[in-house]
């Protein structure tokens, strides 16, 4: 089936679930994507799905795709640091990817490949209903938040992440973990856009 097909059927498939367990299900039944024929395992989602902030980055790399869970190598352990400084755990995040699936050796995914994965990631952040959405590095702000410019302009500014279904969810697009490894005088930046997703969670907490 062509690819564009494939993001039809996606689109579809995405609607039918009515929970995230039927989504995880949905996912892990779907062939559309060639990505999965490579990969070891789905990578659906980790920490708490009731939590009032919601995390996606790109794709799972190589740890996180021996061990089914996103964000557990290296810039996991720096996320978990992250999240520790402004008061957060896994048990008080949702976790995912735009990408469900490792691409082979961590290439970039192809736009078709996004655009097939795209209704399975919407999909999870309207039934996951967060308060806060957190794009984590470019390839996710440009799915979720239509960015047009770099991740270095993009970041620090509440966006508007919205659904299918007519939610308007509160988005703070940041650095991703990778990223600030590789960069860590960055680090001042993602510590500025960590406060104001802290400031913002207090103010809706006490709302």
């Given at each position: 089936m062509p690819d564009e097909a494939q993001a039809l059927r996606a689109r579809e498939l995405a609607r039918q679930a009515a929970t995230l367990a039927e989504l995880r299900d949905l996912l892990a039944g779907f062939d559309g994507c060639n990505l999965k024929s490579t990969a070891k395992t789905l990578v659906f989602a980790d920490g708490n799905p009731n939590a009032g902030v919601m995390f996606v980055g790109?794709?799972?790399?190589?740890?996180?795709?021996?061990?089914?869970?996103?964000?557990?190598?290296r810039s996991g352990r720096l996320l978990d640091r992250m999240l520790a400084a402004i008061g957060l755990t896994r048990d008080s995040a949702y976790i995912a990817n735009v990408i469900p699936w490792r691409p082979p050796g961590n290439?970039?995914?192809?736009p078709l490949e996004t655009e097939i994965c795209r209704p399975f990631i919407e999909r999870q952040i309207e039934l996951a209903n967060p308060k806060v959405l957190i794009t984590l590095g470019g390839p996710s702000a440009k799915v979720l938040l239509h960015a047009q410019e770099g991740i270095l302009k993009f970041r620090g500014k509440w966006r508007t992440h919205e659904t299918a279904g007519g939610l308007a969810v509160p988005a703070m697009?940041?650095?991703?973990?990778?990223?600030?490894?590789r960069n860590p005088a960055h680090k001042r930046l993602a510590w500025r856009d960590f406060l104001e997703i802290k400031a913002k969670l207090r103010d809706l907490d006490a709302g």
């Open positions: 790109e794709a799972p790399g190589r740890d996180e795709d021996l061990e089914g869970l996103p964000f557990v190598g290439r970039t995914p192809t697009p940041t650095l991703h973990p990778a990223y600030l490894l």
